[in-house]
């Protein structure tokens, strides 16, 4: 055997549900509104998460540090 491999993204872990939970802190974070829905949070994903958090308030470098850091708490946290 030479390699085997894993869909690890929605079959051994759904980080979507983990993704969607950190963008809403975020959101929560700069007084915003999340997405309504996993279909408006997928559409979302198309876009670079510095230009999700800049529409969302994230003006200086030190307020996309900010988002960052509320991300990987919110992920970390859910990953264990």
């Given at each position: 055997?030479?390699?085997?491999?894993f869909d690890?993204?929605?079959?051994?872990?759904?980080?979507?549900d983990?993704?969607?939970?950190?963008?809403?802190?975020?959101?929560?974070?700069?007084?915003?509104?999340?997405?309504?829905?996993?279909?408006?949070?997928?559409?979302?994903?198309?876009?670079?998460?510095r230009?999700?958090?800049?529409?969302?308030?994230?003006?200086?470098?030190?307020?996309?540090?900010?988002?960052e850091?509320?991300?990987?708490?919110?992920?970390?946290?859910?990953s264990?």
């Open positions: 055997m030479k390699a085997i491999i690890y993204d929605g079959v051994l872990v759904n980080s979507r983990v993704g969607m939970e950190a963008y809403k802190a975020i959101a929560d974070t700069f007084g915003r509104s999340a997405f309504i829905s996993m279909a408006d949070f997928q559409k979302a994903q198309k876009m670079s998460f230009e999700t958090f800049t529409q969302w308030g994230a003006s200086t470098e030190q307020r996309i540090k900010q988002a850091q509320t991300y990987r708490e919110v992920t970390s946290k859910n264990k």
